[in-house]
């Protein structure tokens, strides 16, 4: 019995006590002391410096990628400009002076342009003076060049224009003796004929027609005196044609 009312009283001890039930408040108490008296805590510490170095990071950033607008500006700018004298090349013809270079060789001529009149005045007074013995020295060079050239013509022999002609002489039928219509053709002789090569070619129904070339030339044989000439062996020689005709 006294046992038990030793316990009973302990436990009414315990329960008039609160501490131990609000310890965690007591505990929350203490740290926040500790913080005051000792500053931030060292996760808070680490936690700042971490922002400072992003800040300081994002502004190196800025600067980097100002600096590389400002590069990539410069470079677009330059090639404005090559892409502009790249194309002022290619529309200039080539060989063309340039335009600072014409001013130059231009101006002497527009200087004796200006000059003109006092220049050609000055000519005219002073061919005012023996302009007769220059006249007759020019006229005589010039005549002796004419007859020299005269005389170096007159020594070449003259070019002396030929023709080849390609006859067709037809007989009147195919009982024509054709080995004495071309002897008859032969006998023609002229100054300035000379006959060729000759062959019998078939016509039709066992005729043939004699194809005989000839050269001529043509101040002395013309085709109608040649045509008149064979046509006169009536007994072998019905007609005469030129079938081909070249100047040689």
Not at 42 to 57: C, Y
Request: a negative charge; glycine letters at 6%.
């Amino acid at each position: 019995m006294p046992k038990q009312s030793t316990k009973m009283s302990g436990l009414q001890c315990l329960a008039s006590e609160n501490i131990w039930f609000d310890k965690h408040s007591y505990d929350e108490a203490e740290k926040c002391f500790y913080e005051g008296a000792n500053g931030p805590s060292t996760q808070s510490s680490s936690h700042g410096g971490g922002d400072q170095e992003l800040v300081s990071r994002m502004k190196s950033m800025e600067v980097e990628n100002h600096t590389l607008h400002k590069v990539v500006a410069e470079m677009r700018a330059a090639l404005q400009k090559l892409e502009l004298r790249v194309a002022t090349l290619e529309k200039s013809p080539a060989g063309v002076p340039s335009p600072k270079a014409v001013p130059v060789n231009a101006a002497p001529v527009k200087q004796v342009q200006n000059g003109g009149d006092e220049d050609f005045d000055d000519d005219d007074d002073m061919d005012l003076f023996g302009s007769d013995e220059d006249d007759e020295e020019a006229e005589r060079l010039k005549q002796e060049r004419l007859d020299a050239y005269a005389a170096k013509k007159s020594k070449k022999p003259a070019l002396i224009a030929k023709s080849s002609l390609l006859l067709d002489v037809k007989p009147w039928d195919d009982e024509t003796d054709m080995a004495k219509l071309e002897e008859c053709v032969r006998s023609v002789q002229m100054d300035g004929l000379l006959w060729g090569a000759s062959k019998l070619v078939p016509v039709g129904y066992g005729i043939k027609k004699l194809q005989i070339t000839c050269v001529v030339e043509d101040d002395k044989v013309g085709t109608d005196i040649l045509e008149e000439e064979l046509t006169k062996f009536e007994d072998f020689i019905q007609s005469v044609d030129v079938a081909a005709f070249n100047k040689i």
